[in-house]
Each structure stands twice: as C-alpha cells, then as structure tokens.
C-alpha cells in the first residue's frame, strides 16, 4: 500500500470564496520549498475547477482531490 | 477530418436581446462538430434565475429557459461566475440546474485554451 502523502503546510479556505482560494493558495505554493505538498481546504464550489486549473497551468501537480459532501480537499505537490 | 477546435462564449450582459445570439452560436457549434462552452459572468448571471429565463422570449424564438435547456441536453457546458454571484449579493440564489459554479481563474484558463472567444 502507497505511503500517505504527508503535506507541508495545510491551507483553510472554508467559508472563502473565489478568487481568495486561488489567492491564497498561490502564496502558499510560493512559501513551500519544490517537493512539498500543501493541503488546501475549501467549500466555495467554484475552487474545484479553479484550483485543478491552477496546478495544471502553474506547472504543479494535483495528487489527490476529494469531495465529501461540498467539502473539498487538495494535495497539490511543488514541482518548480 | 479536420482536427476539432472550441469556441467559448462569454455573455457578461441581462439585456434580453443579447441573450439569444451565444445560445444560439453555441448549438450551431456542436451541430458542426465544434466544441462549445459558455460561460456567464457579471450581469449575465440575472437571466439565469429560472423566473427571469422563462420570461424572455423575443420574436420567433423559443425563451431563453427552453434554450438554455437545450444547449444542457446536447452537451454543452455552461459555467457561472462565482465572484458575480458574489457581486449580485446572491448567496443562495436558485440557478437553472445543469449548470456549473466555477471561479475566475478558470474563465482566463477557457480562454487561453479555446481557439476563438466571443463575448456578448
């Protein structure tokens, strides 16, 4: 069994709404060293497009979302 | 056959008259084997209350409730401007159903990635 991704930072995002959690995440994602891996939380429904887009476009990589129930989770890994 | 190209239509305006024409554009797109995808933003976002879409219908037309109905069924995304919800203060406005809440980076990530934009 694969061992969890243990991330770097954890970003809560709940009760924010677009466009603070790309805002915020992209500070985040700056803060981290590459290889790092930030946990981002949220609840805005908008986030789950808009932070998949901005891994892909940044160059990072998305390695796990999940929804339960309206709650979002991101592991989003620094690749540069 | 030709390699499949997307146009994105961007309505930014409530004025009935200019609601018909991305609508329209849209499912004459697919009929061509064009990808299309719409997206509402700012003030667009009044005719998509299912009170308001059922009212506007001009000329010859269907209204633009049965439009944006049949642009769903064939496939045809339509996306909504979180941050214009937000701007309208409609926290808990009820939306035609089908369509889909998405936030302002991923309007500039559509628009990079369509091969023609049209805004109305």
Redo the contacts between chains.
């Keep these: 069994m694969p061992e969890a991704v243990k991330p770097k930072k954890q970003l809560d995002c709940v009760g924010l709404y677009c466009p603070e959690p790309l805002f915020q995440t992209r500070e985040q994602i700056d803060s981290i060293e590459v290889g790092d891996v930030l946990e981002v939380l949220a609840d805005d429904p908008a986030a789950e497009e808009d932070l998949k887009r901005f891994a892909k476009r940044t160059g990072n990589e998305l390695l796990e979302f999940e929804n339960k129930d309206g709650s979002l989770r991101f592991l989003i890994k620094k690749m540069k | 056959m030709a390699e499949k190209k997307t146009i994105l239509y961007v309505q930014t305006s409530d004025d009935p008259e200019r609601q018909y024409s991305p609508l329209v554009l849209a499912q004459t797109a697919k009929a061509m084997d064009i990808d299309a995808q719409v997206y509402f933003l700012g003030q667009g976002l009044r005719t998509l209350q299912p009170e308001a879409a059922g009212k506007i219908k001009l000329g010859a037309f269907p209204s633009i409730l049965e439009m944006i109905n049949k642009t769903v069924e064939m496939g045809i995304p339509i996306y909504v401007?979180?941050?214009s919800k937000?701007m309208l203060g409609w926290e808990k406005a009820e939306l035609l159903p089908g369509l889909?809440?998405?936030?302002?980076?991923?309007l500039n990530?559509l628009v990079l990635e369509a091969d023609g934009t049209m805004w109305f």
């Design positions: 401007c979180e941050a937000q889909k809440i998405v936030g302002a980076g991923t990530d």
